[in-house]
């Protein structure tokens, strides 16, 4: 049969964002894949040159609809960098505190749609019902549900409102009561095993020499977690483990980010004991000095970096963003070949796409 090529998308229920995925296929089977991305392109960077170094925290949540508290978090920790701010112990707690609620946040809605896309309507319920119990801790942390503006450049906007230890302490029992009702529902399932097991294998040297970093890496036998490995923030004063698999495929990629939600549990309970009283935010200096600052944070989705460049004034020069997925999705093509049709999109899933970073 003659080859052809098919496009999955820019409008497509598979990419859970507008991008567009090429796959060359021979009958059923794919022998090439070409991810395009720009269609979302909105030019932040850019913008990021005419607004002042406060003005951009609002821009950096926008980054990723589903992780924006991590990416407010990476700017602040980028432009201290550049002015050589010193943040607060208890504004450190409070920022780890609420990031790894956002990373389980993030995961479960990966989850949900993940169930969708293979067909496990009900795993999309459970999983949105529970990532509310986050989002209200979030909510009642920031006064926001989706894009926090909570992270300031030397600290965090507010301190934690009454009781937030307390019901941050009772959001992680009931979660990990049911992340071991998720694996029943999803390890059981005979269908989910057969669409994950085996499929859309990435070997350790190609995620490696791709740039590939977050769960698709880790599920593919790499060690690397910036938590760990170059360390920020006062996760050196907690005790998790990075979680890892050998095997590469779907199912490796969805049980290392179950693992993680468990160990975020561990991070989120551990921030909250160890909080200290005190400052929860300096006041920073209105210009940064000429100079560069680079800031690196382990996201839900893999490694995001930023790097500024000041010049004296209260803009930033220029200001750089390292996206994961935008280096993940290239690995599109190794994933994809040799499989089927089919496929897809358990691959394509697994990869938790978001392009709104992406694309920037």
């Known amino acids: 049969m003659a080859e052809m090529w098919i496009n999955m998308g820019p409008q497509h229920p598979m990419t859970h964002g507008l991008w567009n995925l090429r796959i060359k296929v021979d009958g059923e089977t794919i022998t090439d894949a070409e991810p395009e991305v720009g269609y979302l392109h909105r030019g932040i960077e850019k913008l990021c040159e005419g607004k002042t170094y406060t003005q951009i925290i609002p821009l950096a949540d926008r980054l990723c609809y589903g992780s924006s508290m991590t990416w407010s978090h990476l700017y602040c920790l980028t432009v201290e960098d550049l002015m050589g701010v010193e943040v607060p112990e208890r504004a450190e707690y409070i920022r780890v505190a609420a990031i790894e609620m956002q990373r389980i946040a993030s995961h479960l809605m990966w989850l949900a749609a993940y169930a969708v896309d293979l067909g496990a309507m009900v795993g999309f319920i459970y999983t949105m019902r529970d990532r509310e119990v986050f989002i209200d801790l979030l909510q009642a942390l920031t006064g926001s549900r989706l894009t926090y503006n909570y992270p300031r450049i030397g600290g965090v906007a507010h ?17 990990e009561k049911k992340l071991v009702e998720y694996e029943d529902l999803f390890d059981g399932s ?6 994950n097991v085996g499929v859309g294998k ?20 790499v060690n690397y977690d910036l938590r760990k490995d170059m360390s920020y923030s006062v996760y050196p004063e907690l005790d998790f483990q990075a979680c890892t698999l050998p095997d590469g495929d779907c199912y490796a990629r969805y049980r290392v980010r179950m693992d993680e939600m468990y160990e975020s549990c561990k991070i989120v309970r551990q921030a909250i004991q160890k909080m200290p009283k005190g400052k929860w935010r300096i006041v920073a200096p ?17 490694e995001g970096m930023m790097y500024v460049v000041g010049d004296g004034t209260d803009k930033p020069y220029r200001l750089k963003i390292r996206s994961p997925i935008f280096v993940t999705v290239s690995a599109a093509k190794k994933m994809l070949v040799g499989y089927k049709v089919a496929d897809v999109v358990a691959i394509m899933g697994g990869l938790d796409m978001c392009i709104g970073e992406a694309d920037r």
Request: one cysteine or more; charged letters at 30%.
């Open 159 to 175: 301190d934690v409102p009454p009781d937030f230890e307390r019901d941050s302490l009772r959001a992680c029992d009931y979660m």
């Open 286 to 302: 209105r210009n940064a000095p000429s100079g560069t600052g680079l800031g690196r944070v382990e996201d839900p989705r893999g």
């Open 190 to 195: 005979k269908i989910f095993m057969m669409r």
């Open 202 to 221: 990435l070997r350790k040297e190609d995620a490696m020499n791709l740039g590939v970093t977050g769960p698709p890496l880790r599920a593919s036998g």
